[in-house]
């Protein structure tokens, strides 16, 4: 994955049509979509409702705002590029259900865009490589107010999201983005489909907020931390990267193997361990 920046950097949702006059900017990561079939598959997998309100990060040259915006009801944009404020608005300022933030996704706050008697958002984007771990965990904040969320992600990003125990790519955004959200590794989309094209393939994940979790940690902040420690090391086992955390005994107090490595566990198991340390941190 492409160095982390705290910068709303775009890879996003767009056509990358030449007619738009629009230069592609490397410091906002911008490959803008430009195949209308790989459009029309994301947005059949997103099945937008005429009741829904969307909020899409990064539109770019609006490749996916276009067909979304025919459909529902109210669309929050949030887009940091000063040069495609001026186009978007132009386009769809008259729009009704076209909404405008001129902002840093990486520190927006999603909970105001709720009207008075709505529950619940549904989020859509092409993401940048370079912030879309960071931007994962900051729209979590936000879960209890998302109904799904549909991403464009970098393949490999989306194969660690929904990475099983024990496989390779399973590491601590598995586990967070697993307890949180039901995750689905939709379909893949090759460099070609891109202007300019990335040097990766990108693929389509579905993550479905959890609104009761099969596996709830005592303290989430403790669980953050432990599976962030667990995994801080990853070539050793759980009795050296937790050591100072929790032992050997409380370890195998849960069933689980202190000398097995952090990616051989299960979200539920990464849940106990939290939990033993929060319990025993408080006596």
Not at 260 to 277: K, T, W
Request: charged share 25%; glycine share 6%.
């Amino acid at each position: 994955m492409a160095k982390q920046e705290r910068r709303p950097s775009r890879k996003n949702g767009s056509s990358g049509s030449a007619s738009s006059g629009h230069k592609h900017k490397k410091q906002f990561g911008q490959n803008f979509l430009n195949n209308p079939q790989i459009i029309r598959q994301i947005v059949a997998s997103i099945r937008p409702q005429a009741d829904d309100h969307l909020v899409e990060i990064g539109p770019g040259e609006a490749a996916l705002t276009a067909p979304l915006l025919e459909v529902v009801r109210k669309m929050d944009i949030i887009e940091i590029d000063n040069d495609l404020i001026g186009p978007l608005t132009k386009k769809f300022g008259s729009n009704p259900a076209f909404h405008l933030h001129h902002t840093d996704a990486l520190s927006f706050d999603y909970a105001t865009l709720l009207g008075e008697n709505e529950e619940t958002l549904r989020v859509v984007g092409n993401l940048p490589y370079n912030i879309s771990s960071p931007l994962l965990f900051h729209l979590l904040e936000y879960a209890e107010h998302i109904k799904d969320m549909h991403f464009m992600l970098q393949k490999e990003v989306v194969d660690r999201i929904c990475a099983a125990p024990g496989s390779k790519t399973f590491g601590r955004l598995s586990v967070m983005m697993q307890y949180a959200c039901e995750t689905e590794y939709l379909f893949t989309v090759g460099p070609e489909n891109f202007t300019p094209p990335p040097k990766v393939d990108s693929a389509i994940v579905r993550l479905l907020p959890y609104r009761q979790k099969p596996f709830v940690a005592a303290n989430e902040t403790d669980f953050a931390e432990v599976v962030k420690q667990a995994f801080s090391q990853k070539r050793k086992t759980l009795r050296n990267t937790l050591k100072g955390w929790l032992d050997g005994e409380a370890i195998e107090s849960l069933g689980i193997d202190p000398g097995d490595r952090a990616e051989s566990l299960s979200v539920a198991q990464f849940v106990a361990l939290a939990n033993l340390y929060t319990q025993k941190k408080g006596q």
